[in-house]
Every structure is written in structure tokens, then in C-alpha cells.
């Protein structure tokens, strides 16, 4: 296995967001920037690589960095209808990637996992893309990840069991919805929604965020397309909210 050193976010997001900010707002939002393993075979004959874009197509929604794996049929991060993982829900809730990659590392279907950051700062900002290249050994033929909506109570987005192209130089294009974990009430309050909300996308407040859930919020739903932002609240419809596809996902292979 290989991995790359897990490097702290939290504090860059917030100091990137508001310039006074010098420490992490809250210890439990885990973005880690900078990640990458495989759990299979590294033989330069066994492995592919890919070139992988993913474009914030929203105006006023940033997305935390990330969390790709290629994989055989077998693996699955989410599906629409059934119950967010505890993985997925640590995600749109905390952006706390650390319970996906510890169990990513650990599924024996998982070729490499890779944690991309946009640069600085570490989040996807509307209208920013992050490139990375991510390896697939032979017979791991698909591709997923997840991103948390980060102005949001537990929305996230993110492509499940996509086919990775099959030939060199080929290319595939994909468009990515965004998705309520049906594990949140969307209270649209700042003080349930991750600290970095306000500062990065330009609102003032005093609510100190969480980056922590709320037994008292749970949903115990399912996951479905989310509706979007309703306002009324903290959040503002025409700021944070979306119409259509949260994200443009295109992968080359390489090699």
C-alpha cells in the first residue's frame, strides 16, 4: 500500500476564508487535502492511469476536495433510495473524510483512493475545477467519489460505480447531482452547518458552526436528490442555492 501523508485542511480552509482566522474553527471538520493509497497490486503492468476533472458548476456553493476511488462492481460508496452509510453521512454532515479512506483502505475491491485539492484554498469554490490523476489496477473498471456541499446541513454530491474508459486517450463525461443523506434536518441554520459556510462564501455571522452532528437533528431518512436551498433562515436561496447539476466530472485515461 501506498499513502501519501494525510495533511491538516481545516485550519488553511478557514485562514483562506477569513484572514483573522489563524486556527481551526472546529476540530471535528476533517478535510484532509493531500491522500492517496492502493489497496491492490502495484505492478506498473497491472495499473492504469486516468486524468480526472471535477468542475463546480453551482454560483455560490463550494465543494470540500474530493474523495475518489476506482474499484471493481463489487464496492459502492452510495445509492439513491437506501440509507447513507455512517461514511457518507460523516461526510455531508462534518466533511469528515477520515471514516471513508479508513474503510476504503480496508475493502479488498478498492484499487486507489485519492483526496484532491483544488490548491488554495482546499475547497472547490463555484466556478473552480480540481485535476488529479487517480490508478486503477486491471478488473477495477469503475469509479466513484464523494464531495460534501459544504453550505449545507448534510447535502453532498458525487458519482457512484461509473465505467472508467476503456481505451488510451478516451475520455468520459459526467454530470453530478446533488444529494440530501436523508440524515440531517436542513435547518439552513449557520450554527448546525460547518463553520468554514459563512466566511467562504462572503456572509457575516456569529454562529460558531458545528463540525459535529446533532443527535437532535436526525433524520433517519434516506438519500435523495436534494431539493435545493430554501432560504428563510441563514441560508440564502440565491447565494447557496442551485438549479441543476452541482458538478462536471470528465475522465481521461492516460495509460
Given at each position: 500500500?501506498?499513502?501519501?501523508?494525510?495533511?491538516?485542511?481545516?485550519?488553511?480552509?478557514?485562514?483562506?476564508?477569513?484572514?483573522?482566522?489563524?486556527?481551526?474553527?472546529?476540530?471535528?471538520?476533517?478535510?484532509?487535502?493531500?491522500?492517496?493509497?492502493?489497496?491492490?497490486?502495484?505492478?506498473?503492468?497491472?495499473?492504469?492511469?486516468?486524468?480526472?476533472?471535477?468542475e463546480n458548476l453551482t454560483s455560490g456553493q463550494p465543494l470540500t476536495p474530493p474523495a475518489a476511488v476506482t474499484h471493481r462492481g463489487a464496492a459502492d460508496?452510495?445509492?439513491?433510495?437506501e440509507a447513507a452509510s455512517y461514511e457518507v453521512k460523516e461526510i455531508a454532515e462534518n466533511g469528515n473524510l477520515g471514516p471513508l479512506l479508513d474503510a476504503l483502505d480496508g475493502n479488498k475491491h478498492v484499487s486507489n483512493v485519492v483526496?484532491?485539492?483544488?490548491?488554495?484554498?482546499?475547497?472547490?469554490?463555484?466556478?473552480?475545477?480540481?485535476?488529479?490523476?487517480?490508478?486503477?489496477?486491471?478488473?477495477?473498471?469503475?469509479?466513484?467519489?464523494?464531495?460534501?456541499?459544504?453550505?449545507?446541513?448534510?447535502?453532498?454530491?458525487?458519482?457512484?460505480?461509473?465505467?472508467?474508459?476503456?481505451?488510451?486517450?478516451?475520455?468520459?463525461?459526467?454530470?453530478?447531482?446533488?444529494?440530501?443523506?436523508?440524515?440531517?434536518?436542513?435547518?439552513?441554520?449557520?450554527?448546525?452547518?460547518?463553520?468554514?459556510?459563512?466566511?467562504?462564501?462572503?456572509?457575516?455571522?456569529?454562529?460558531?458552526?458545528?463540525?459535529?452532528?446533532?443527535?437532535?437533528?436526525?433524520?433517519?431518512?434516506?438519500?435523495?436528490?436534494?431539493?435545493?436551498?430554501?432560504?428563510?433562515?441563514?441560508?440564502?436561496?440565491?447565494?447557496?442555492?442551485?438549479?441543476?447539476?452541482?458538478?462536471?466530472?470528465?475522465?481521461?485515461?492516460?495509460?
Amino acid at each position: 500500500m501506498r499513502t501519501k501523508a494525510l495533511l491538516p485542511v481545516i485550519a488553511l480552509l478557514a485562514a483562506a476564508a477569513c484572514d483573522d482566522m489563524t486556527e481551526p474553527t472546529s476540530p471535528d471538520l476533517q478535510l484532509e487535502p493531500a491522500y492517496a493509497s492502493a489497496n491492490a497490486s502495484e505492478k506498473a503492468s497491472d495499473m492504469r492511469t486516468y486524468e480526472v476533472t471535477v468542475e463546480n458548476l453551482t454560483s455560490g456553493q463550494p465543494l470540500t476536495p474530493p474523495a475518489a476511488v476506482t474499484h471493481r462492481g463489487a464496492a459502492d460508496l452510495f445509492e439513491a433510495g437506501e440509507a447513507a452509510s455512517y461514511e457518507v453521512k460523516e461526510i455531508a454532515e462534518n466533511g469528515n473524510l477520515g471514516p471513508l479512506l479508513d474503510a476504503l483502505d480496508g475493502n479488498k475491491h478498492v484499487s486507489n483512493v485519492v483526496v484532491a485539492v483544488a490548491g488554495d484554498p482546499p475547497p472547490v469554490m463555484p466556478g473552480q475545477s480540481v485535476t488529479f490523476e487517480i490508478e486503477a489496477e486491471n478488473g477495477a473498471q469503475f469509479f466513484s467519489f464523494v464531495s460534501m456541499l459544504i453550505c449545507t446541513n448534510d447535502g453532498f454530491t458525487g458519482l457512484d460505480r461509473v465505467k472508467l474508459p476503456n481505451q488510451v486517450g478516451a475520455s468520459a463525461a459526467f454530470m453530478a447531482s446533488g444529494y440530501d443523506a436523508g440524515t440531517e434536518i436542513n435547518t439552513e441554520d449557520f450554527a448546525d452547518i460547518v463553520p468554514p459556510c459563512p466566511p467562504l462564501t462572503g456572509v457575516a455571522s456569529t454562529d460558531p458552526g458545528s463540525g459535529t452532528s446533532d443527535p437532535a437533528l436526525a433524520e433517519n431518512g434516506v438519500i435523495t436528490h436534494h431539493a435545493g436551498v430554501a432560504g428563510g433562515v441563514d441560508l440564502l436561496a440565491g447565494l447557496h442555492g442551485w438549479t441543476g447539476p452541482v458538478a462536471r466530472i470528465t475522465i481521461e485515461r492516460l495509460d
